[in-house]
């Protein structure tokens, strides 16, 4: 099994530059997380799909974020323009079924804004 | 008061010996329990999970759970230094299924 694809694995842009991180869970899994991760702040959820419709997005720090999940193999999440303050490692993670199942992490993209 | 609280750490121990990890949690309608180990530059990875009061054993690790104290910990026998890493509690918020996080503690074995 593949496990949780995110591309890039490093993302170096300027402020104001968009940015877009992607997605691919794992088959057949039918949540799909979007994690920002900070020394400060440890492990924050930003938003969750669930079959493909966003659920909670009440973790999105602002406007300048937003994500999609077009279909169940495929996630986005774009942040526009982005912020020095926004340099992270942002995760993905899927999970099959309801809360109590494992949750599988990608790899992470790290994302430095200058 | 955070939901689930961990002591940051780092935590040092001397190979061998048991390691133990403690994870605090407010929502007492809790009643799903995770460890994550998450080596430095790397993501969390599921080590443990307990939902019933007691012990849960797998190989080296042991997860404890204390619903009427409100914490979980977990033990790590006969420690390595490939265990160093930094060990993430999470809780099931019963309010909304929401899977909450601490900080995690930052574990050091100390060869």
């Known amino acids: 099994d593949a496990g949780v694809i995110q591309s890039p694995r490093h993302e170096v842009t300027e402020m104001g530059q968009e940015v877009t991180l992607r997605c691919k869970p794992i088959?057949?899994?039918?949540?799909l997380f979007w994690y920002r991760q900070t020394m400060m702040r440890g492990l924050e959820l930003l938003i969750y799909?669930?079959?493909?419709?966003?659920?909670?997005d009440s973790g999105m720090p602002e406007d300048r974020f937003s994500a999609k999940m077009p279909n169940a193999s495929f996630s986005t999440l774009k942040i526009q323009p982005s912020e020095p303050r926004d340099s992270a490692v942002y995760f993905c993670?899927?999970?099959?079924?309801?809360?109590?199942?494992?949750?599988?992490f990608g790899n992470g993209t790290r994302l430095t804004v200058t | 008061q955070k939901e689930v609280e961990q002591n940051s750490g780092p935590l040092s121990v001397p190979e061998g010996a048991i390691a133990s990890l403690n994870c605090t949690y407010s929502?007492?309608?809790?009643?799903?329990f995770f460890w994550y180990r998450q080596y430095s530059g790397k993501s969390p990875e599921l080590i443990m999970f307990?939902?019933s009061n007691g012990d849960k054993e797998d190989g080296r690790f042991t997860a404890q759970l204390n619903k009427a104290s409100q914490y979980v910990s977990l033990l790590i026998r006969d420690s390595q230094p490939s265990d160093s890493a930094t060990y993430l509690c999470?809780?099931?918020?019963?309010?909304?299924?929401?899977?909450?996080w601490g900080a995690g503690t930052k574990l050091i074995i100390k060869p």
């Open positions: 929502d007492r309608g809790s009643q799903s």
């Open positions: 088959s057949g899994h039918d949540y």
């Open positions: 307990i939902y």
């Open positions: 999470a809780v099931i918020r019963d309010s909304n299924y929401q899977l909450i």
């Open positions: 799909f669930n079959n493909n419709v966003p659920i909670d």
């Open positions: 993670a899927s999970r099959k079924g309801p809360g109590d199942s494992p949750l599988h």
